[in-house]
């Protein structure tokens, strides 16, 4: 028979035999000690307003264990870090078996294999940050509370980044969009739709993300000051090669800002054209054809356009790797145990969707 404490869901108390029999074990926790002065004025009485406002006020002996769990809960709001693994490897299983029980979650992943770290990496930023857009639209509610806490930490990580270094702060205000409207559906459904944690948690954290969106709002570009070569320095046929790099419309159109020369390349037919027939196939955009008012095709609002209906390509400079021989998903760079004889031969690149994918059971 074990022993169980005062909550029935936990796993109950520490034991150890001594002497004169059974005794209790509370380990010391310092980061709780220090609390301890902070929630003092609230450890002899507990006062709980409803939404009548009636006050009931409960005596010290029936609220012990309540405000010891309300230490620990303050201990846990106030530490942002997120939790660390050794291994930054998972194995991906989905179903019990006689060497393992149970199965992988995608919260569970999302904790072990430390984006944290990876959005340091500006090969790695966007993949991340497509990754963190694709849960807040469909896996929200699949989150536990531990990968929740992981997600807003590295959310936190992302704007701070774009704050300092002002790198791509389209793609973080498409996320911060995508997650407010999500939360917003979620919490006005609160009865019907299921979010671990408490409601008034997930309403202070829109309230966060409203702030994040007002800051990248009022975020100004700065200028910086350089004597030597710049952009417009380069000749004509260097800046149209520049220009047939990017994959995405919105960079060039962005950069077609900058300078009147810049905006005149980026308006070309033939670039727009190219960039079409990169993502789409010949039969997507033959069903969509825009013409211009000189009978031309308008290939940049046949761009737009297609994107409606049709998905781009992704690119990114580094990405997850799944192992078909292992089944272990996990960073290129921090490699994984592999038993195969031949291992670069059983790794499979995987996109933000094919991540989201490989955890839907």
Not at 171 to 191: A, E, H, N, P
Request: hydrophobic share 35%; glycine share 4%.
């Amino acid at each position: 028979m074990p022993f169980l404490g005062q909550d029935w869901r936990s796993p109950g108390w520490r034991w150890v035999k001594t002497e004169d029999g059974w005794k209790r074990c509370e380990p010391f926790s310092p980061a709780l000690e220090d609390g301890k002065n902070q929630l003092n004025d609230i450890s002899h009485t507990v006062i709980i307003t409803g939404d009548d406002e009636d006050e009931e006020i409960y005596s010290t002996e029936n609220c012990e264990f309540a405000a010891k769990k309300r230490k620990k809960d303050h201990f846990r709001n106030n530490t942002d870090s997120q939790r660390f693994y050794r291994e930054k490897w998972i194995y991906v299983h989905k179903e019990s078996t006689k060497e393992r029980h149970g199965y992988c979650t995608l919260g569970e992943a999302f904790n072990r294999l430390d984006f944290s770290s990876a959005i340091q990496d500006i090969r790695r930023f966007n993949y991340v940050v497509k990754l963190l857009q694709l849960i807040a639209k469909s896996q929200l509610t699949s989150l536990s509370g531990a990968a929740q806490k992981n997600y807003f930490n590295i959310l936190d990580k992302i704007v701070q980044k774009v704050m300092e270094d002002q790198y791509n702060p389209r793609l973080i205000k498409d996320l911060l969009q995508d997650l407010s409207s999500t939360l917003c559906i979620l919490i006005r459904g609160v009865g019907k739709s299921v979010l671990v944690g408490n409601i008034n948690i997930w309403i202070c954290r829109l309230e966060t993300i409203l702030l994040w969106q007002q800051q990248l709002k009022n975020l100004q570009m700065k200028k910086e000051v350089n004597n030597g070569l710049t952009l417009s320095d380069l000749p004509l046929h260097m800046l149209n090669n520049i220009l047939y790099r990017f994959s995405d419309g919105w960079d060039i159109i962005t950069l077609g800002q900058v300078t009147p020369t810049l905006y005149m390349l980026s308006e070309d037919r033939q670039l727009w054209k190219k960039l079409c027939q990169y993502h789409f196939a010949e039969k997507q955009f033959c069903r969509h054809l825009i013409p211009s008012e000189k009978g031309h095709i308008d290939w940049k609002l046949m761009y737009f356009a297609l994107q409606k209906y049709y998905p781009i390509k992704e690119q990114y400079g580094d990405t997850l790797h799944f192992c078909r021989h292992c089944s272990i998903l996990f960073w290129k760079d921090t490699g994984h145990p592999c038993t195969a004889s031949d291992p670069d031969t059983c790794l499979m690149p995987v996109s933000p969707q094919h991540f989201i994918d490989l955890f839907k059971f």
